[in-house]
């Protein structure tokens, strides 16, 4: 089964096309960021509403990779997807805030940026090609999601802990295999979209896992997600 967001790989691709692309995503990283931050703040107001949220970005990640050449209409996706995830982030944000875990947060924040940072650079500037990996990070996946709602109902810590660690490991390898897709695909806004989109899914993802494995090595039940 091909991920969704596989954009393919096309040959000869000019640093000019690839320096276009690179732009291109970081500016509309820059954006879903932007609209991640103003869905956190509806969120951690009515924290009810992340479920729903959430849900809600499942679906839109989902027509977005059927809609990614219809002008207009994918990027109208691409941030509905990232402030309704910034909503469900407001929720989780504000369950540790009442919780007393802010510290917990930060961290986990802290780590993802500077993970990010670094996994990136890895993947732009390293001439091994992770473009084999796309359907084994796709297979992990697969089994990450079982475990995970097998944790829903096995609270055992031992569990939470392979998710969150499983999770930490699966987002790195595909923000790394995301990133180096920009070296080698076609300069096109679709393309940049889907990109865009797998790498800020990545980058949440992450996060998320950490949260989910810094609350348990800190004597957190892991599960306040």
């Known amino acids: 089964m091909q991920n969704r967001y596989d954009v393919g790989y096309v040959g000869g691709v000019s640093t000019t096309m690839r320096s276009g692309l690179l732009a291109k995503v970081g500016g509309l990283l820059a954006f879903s960021m932007v609209f991640t931050a103003l869905g956190a703040l509806v969120g951690m107001a009515a924290p009810g509403l992340g479920l729903p949220a959430l849900i809600g970005v499942l679906i839109l990640s989902f027509v ?40 917990v947060v930060v961290q986990a924040g802290v780590t993802t940026a500077v993970l990010s940072f670094g996994l990136s650079a890895y993947a732009l500037t390293t001439k091994r090609d992770f473009s084999g990996l796309g359907s084994k990070l796709f297979l992990a996946l697969i089994a990450l999601i079982v475990a995970s709602v097998v944790g829903i109902f096995i609270q055992a810590t031992i569990l939470q802990m392979i998710i969150g660690l499983g999770g930490s490991l699966l987002f ?43 609350t348990i090595l800190q004597g957190g039940s892991g599960s306040r997600r």
């Not at 990779?65 to 209409?73: I, Q, T």
């Open 64 to 103: 977005l990779g059927f809609a990614r050449n219809v002008s207009g209409l994918n990027l109208i996706l691409l941030y509905t997807l990232t402030v309704l995830m910034g909503v469900g982030l407001g929720g989780i944000i504000e369950a540790y805030l009442a919780a007393g875990a802010g510290l």
């Open 172 to 214: 790195s390898f595909y923000l790394i295999y995301q990133v180096q897709q920009t070296r080698f695909v076609e300069d096109s806004l679709p393309n940049a979209i889907i990109l865009a989109c797998g790498i800020y899914l990545s980058i949440i993802n992450l996060f998320l896992s950490l949260l989910r494995l810094l």
